[in-house]
């Protein structure tokens, strides 16, 4: 199964880090965002990547052109100009397919996905955004996606709070938590399983995903939600970044699924 990632926005509430790169190249724990939703997806099986380029594409093929090469040892010879990568247990055992798709500078999120359509085939995909990381069991979101036999299902998250969750009674803390997951209602947590047919809900590349087409799938009956209850986190902002970066650094990365 094809797994879509949009890859391609400007990400202008992180301009410290996205003015040199796309969004989804920002960096966690010394790794691409992109890369941690990769391995995510790779520890449930999916391996077979279509991610839509946009804004400072060029930085994202080079990055998986020379990942190979950087992540292994190498015998060079200047002489003949050849570059030969050695047979060692370095640990790098990404056995992922990527095509790096161009979907255009200015392209709406609607009109990267339709971009995608012959790579993504006339089956079953996977979408996410190249910006949020999640511990969201991709096996239990496929099985509910077949089992109800729409077309399309989003993940519905809990936007996590803001600030430290306190319950008083009267002066008294009960309980403290430390920025929990308990933001009021659901929100698009993205991590979508899609029909083909829902890039016919798409008009063109100045369609946004998430009005037009999602709305008619919703009136339509045919837009599911898979309750997510566990961890969510998006990156739109750099306090963002450093709270992921953090979390990585001290060992709760809780959207790290792999080992």
């Known amino acids: 199964m094809k797994v879509a990632i949009l890859a391609g926005g400007t990400g202008s509430r992180l301009s410290e880090e996205t003015v040199a790169k796309p969004k989804p190249m920002v960096e966690i724990g010394g790794r691409p965002i992109l890369w941690h939703i990769l391995k995510h997806y790779a520890h449930y099986g999916h391996k077979d990547f279509v991610i839509a380029l946009g804004y400072r594409g060029e930085y994202v093929k080079r990055y998986f052109v020379d990942y190979s090469s950087l992540a292994s040892d190498l015998t060079i010879s200047l002489r003949e100009g050849t570059v ?20 255009g500078q200015r392209t709406q999120t609607g009109g990267r996905i339709k971009r995608l359509a012959e790579h993504v085939g006339n089956e079953t995909f996977m979408l996410t955004w190249g910006d ?14 077949r089992a109800h036999g729409k077309l399309a299902t989003l993940t519905a998250v809990r936007p996590p709070a803001r600030f430290g969750h306190l319950e008083l009674e009267e002066d008294k803390i009960v309980e403290f938590s430390e920025k929990p997951q308990i933001g009021e209602g659901w929100i698009n947590g993205a991590f979508f399983v899609l029909e083909p047919e829902v890039l016919d809900y798409i008009d063109g590349d100045d369609t946004r995903f998430e009005l037009e087409p999602l709305e008619r799938l919703a009136r339509e009956g045919q837009l599911m939600a898979y309750r997510h209850l566990d961890f969510w986190q998006c990156m739109d902002t750099l306090r963002d970044k450093i709270l992921l970066d953090e979390m990585w650094e001290s060992g709760r990365a809780l959207w790290k699924t792999w080992s």
């Open 84 to 103: 030969q990568r050695l047979q060692t247990d370095n640990g790098n055992d990404e056995d992922w397919t990527l095509s790096l798709v161009d979907t």
């Open 132 to 145: 949020g990381v999640s511990n969201v069991d991709l096996d239990k979101l496929l099985a509910f996606h």
